[in-house]
């Protein structure tokens, strides 16, 4: 029995299925909240982060602290998990960073990687 229960599109080619469970719709979960720009979700304009807004940014020292700030505040929003492990890779020639980590799913008692990418449209 799934202690977590959703839905979503997302994967459906994939899995043949829109229903995701525990460890996976938590990961989305996730990403939707650093995808989504302050201000844009309804009744809650402290939600989410700047990093959508961070696109057109050049890749430097100030940005990556301001992503790391970012991503930080996500994971320490979301009570369904416990941030374990954090790193930030700069792929200056691919404008992207891809972001590391290893969290812990509190209810479930899992530890999991979690990576993901960050696209730039400039350069550093």
Sequence with gaps: ?????????????KNKSFKLTDVELVKLDLLNHIFT???????????????????F??????TMLTIEDELRNVFQY?????LLEFS?????????????????????N???????NIEFEGGA
């Design 57 to 62: 940014e050049p890749l430097d020292s100030e």
């Design 1 to 13: 029995m799934a202690f977590y229960t959703g839905f979503s599109s997302f994967e459906f080619q």
């Design 78 to 82: 979301d009570p369904r998990v416990s």
């Design 37 to 55: 720009r302050k201000g844009e979700r309804v009744m809650m304009p402290n939600f989410g982060t700047t990093i959508p807004d961070l696109v």
């Design 88 to 108: 930030l890779e700069p792929a200056y020639d691919e404008n992207k960073i891809t972001v590391h980590s290893k969290i812990q799913f509190i209810e479930l």
């Design 110 to 116: 899992v530890t999991s990687s979690f990576d993901f």
